[in-house]
């Protein structure tokens, strides 16, 4: 009798030991997946570690009630000018730019609209200096898990998008609010303006992404003839910048691009427009994804490792463990939004601004997310 105990505990263990493998993948597999994703975005990359792999950025970020924020006397923010000012200092001093939180302007919860489908903000921002805290949303982008439909889907938000911002009295343009009022405006505007429901985010900054596609030796990208031009721009502006000697793009086609090369491909404007410019930032996610997809776990783990401390978010590791469990099976298929999309806008020439046709815009793309009818 007691041999056969013996037998079955030994049996017990070896069945707990794979599910503990199993688990450790599935983590490292959402944690690369978040990181690829977010490194497409073209001024800056992030990461989220769960704490046990390295040290996280975390930042404690003020919450409160729907009915609560009703009773908040906001600013004034009228007599503010975003549309003017300095926003290129030099980045000198390394780091990275902390993100900026304003106790004035907390997070409003809301509630998931769909218990099996995660939106987390996603955004970077135009600082080139760590003190440059109160700097505009550069690019923003919403990660979807969708467990319901075993998929991710990655929304791109427009930073000229018109919208509505606690404390103006007219319609201002989405990049402003995070100037305005820090982490908790922008993910309020969000949610009020899109009808979302985000309550979770990763802020990243001019640097990070370049370093991290250094650390995985580069991605590879088609780029065209006529993007080498403006590509070059950027990359002798970040030289400028940064005291380096990044080589020139010297022809188009499909080639491996350094950190600084990609992210100043990403980040072309003059070219065509921010509507192509989201899409270059998604090509960047996406090829980066699957230069990551690549690598064994143990590599992926070591990245994690090597790149850990270089990003800020609010999520802690409850929200990471559960966001391991919510993915498991999903990150097979990645879908690609814009907004707005074509046909559901007009532009506004002063100031430059997509005005949304939100009778259009709201449904299609609570569609594309929740697959409303």
């Known amino acids: 009798m007691p041999s056969k105990k013996k037998d079955q505990a030994k049996a017990d263990s070896n069945n707990k030991a794979p599910q503990k493998k199993s688990a450790v993948k599935i983590l490292i597999k959402v944690l ?8 497409g975005l073209g001024v800056g990359a992030f990461i989220y570690v769960y704490k046990t792999l390295g040290a996280v950025g975390f930042v404690n970020t003020p919450f409160v009630s729907a009915s609560q924020y009703e009773t908040i006397d906001f600013d004034n923010l009228d007599d503010i000018d975003l549309e ?4 290129a200092s030099s980045w000198k001093d390394g780091g990275h730019t902390r993100v900026y939180v304003n106790k004035k302007y907390p997070i409003k919860k809301v509630s998931q609209k769909d218990s099996k ?6 955004f970077g921002v135009d600082s080139r200096g760590t003190n440059d805290v109160t700097c505009r949303a550069d690019a923003i982008l919403i990660v979807s898990i969708d467990k319901r439909r075993d998929c991710v889907k990655m929304i791109s938000l427009m930073r000229d998008t018109g919208v509505k911002i606690e404390g103006k009295s007219s319609t201002d343009k989405l990049t402003h609010a995070y100037a305005y009022g820090g982490v908790g405006l922008l993910i309020n505007t969000i949610n009020d303006n899109f009808g979302l429901d985000i309550q979770r985010f990763v802020m ?14 580069g991605i590879d990208i088609d780029v065209t003839a006529g993007e080498v031009k403006f590509a070059n721009q950027n990359i002798n502006e970040e030289n400028a910048l940064l005291g380096t000697n990044v080589p020139l793009l010297t022809h188009g086609g499909r080639q491996t691009l350094s950190g600084v090369q990609a992210t100043s491909w990403a980040r072309i404007r003059s070219l065509d427009s921010d ?25 992926k783990i070591a990245l994690l490792e090597d790149s850990a401390g270089m990003f800020e978010t609010n999520m802690n590791s409850k929200d990471m463990m559960r966001l391991a469990t919510d993915a498991v099976d999903v ?33 299609d793309l609570h569609r594309f997310i929740w697959e409303e009818e």
Request: some cysteine.
């Open 275 to 299: 509507y192509v410019r989201s899409g270059r930032q998604r090509t960047l996610a996406i090829s980066l994804m699957h230069k990551v997809a690549s690598y064994k776990w143990t590599a």
């Open 117 to 122: 489908v995660e939106n987390i903000l996603v």
């Open 32 to 39: 690369c997946f978040i990181l690829c994703a977010v490194l």
């Open 84 to 87: 003017s000012g300095d926003v």
């Open 331 to 363: 990150l097979g298929e990645v879908k690609e939004y814009r907004a707005p999309a074509d046909g559901m806008f007009k532009v506004q020439d002063k100031p430059w601004m997509m005005i949304v046709d939100w009778n259009k815009q709201l449904p």
């Open 204 to 217: 990243l900054d001019f640097g990070s992404s370049s370093n991290l596609i250094d650390m995985v030796g």
